[in-house]
């Protein structure tokens, strides 16, 4: 189980695709309630339904360990990623 704090939380839901919260808002979906429910103990797959929804740009910076972004929301997601994330797929690119 991964543990988010309402920071966490709130912190993710900043970093959600556009199209993505408008429609996790609309819908009052997985993700919605999710992020913004009382919830607070998070089994890997719910998380990883989390990171995926997330900016592409947000993404990749998750999984670059060298260069970190210095905010307190950005470090204490990184350091909850579980192993099995992928962070950004490049299946759709053509050679």
Do not use: C, H
């Amino acid at each position: 189980m991964i543990n988010l704090t309402d920071d966490d939380k709130k912190y993710l839901w900043t970093k959600l695709e556009y199209l993505k919260k408008k429609k996790a808002v609309e819908a009052k979906n997985e993700i919605y309630t999710l992020l913004n429910g009382d919830k607070s103990e998070f089994s890997e797959e719910e998380f990883i339904k989390i990171l995926n929804s997330l900016e592409f740009t947000f993404r990749k910076k998750l999984k670059d360990f060298d260069k970190p972004m210095n905010t307190e929301g950005f470090k204490s997601i990184q350091s909850k990623l579980p192993e099995s994330w992928i962070g950004v797929k490049y299946s759709s690119l053509k050679k």
